[in-house]
């Protein structure tokens, strides 16, 4: 089954840095499709930064510059460094993984059954 478990959120004051990751298993690592979301104050999640296979990092536009993914494929490991947080970051952030076919939701369902796993989520507070 696949498993992916999210560390690294809290709450810090605007301007300040968090490192978010995610560690996965029972599934093929190398070269998988992996992502990050979030649920703000709505209902549905929002892609924050994803991998394709293939490709350099995607990014939402309000993240570009501020926020880093990065993976470690000998840990099963996926971070997202966000820096110069603003209180608009505020959410439940996600990880997740997809099938290689087809492509990344902008906006979609939580934990929508889609995508091949989610984790169980981290909250990142943005606040003075």
């Known amino acids: 089954d696949v498993q992916l478990v999210e560390s690294g959120g809290g709450s810090v004051q605007p301007g300040g840095s968090l490192r978010l990751s995610c560690t996965a298993s029972?599934?093929?690592?190398?070269?998988?499709?992996m992502g990050w979301y979030r649920q703000g104050s709505g209902n549905e999640c929002e892609l924050v930064s994803t991998?394709?296979?293939?490709?350099?990092?995607n990014y939402a536009d309000s993240v570009k510059g501020r926020f880093t993914l990065s993976r470690d494929n000998a840990n099963n490991t996926v971070y997202l460094q966000m820096n110069d947080l603003k209180p608009e970051d505020t959410a439940v952030y996600y990880c997740?993984?997809?099938?290689?076919?087809?492509?990344?939701?902008?906006?979609?369902?939580?934990?929508?059954?889609?995508?091949?796993?989610w984790g169980q989520g981290t909250q990142v507070t943005v606040s003075l």
């Open positions: 991998f394709k296979r293939g490709r350099a990092p």
């Open positions: 029972g599934f093929n690592f190398d070269g998988a499709d």
């Open positions: 997740t993984t997809k099938p290689h076919y087809g492509g990344w939701h902008r906006v979609l369902t939580c934990r929508n059954s889609e995508y091949l796993g």
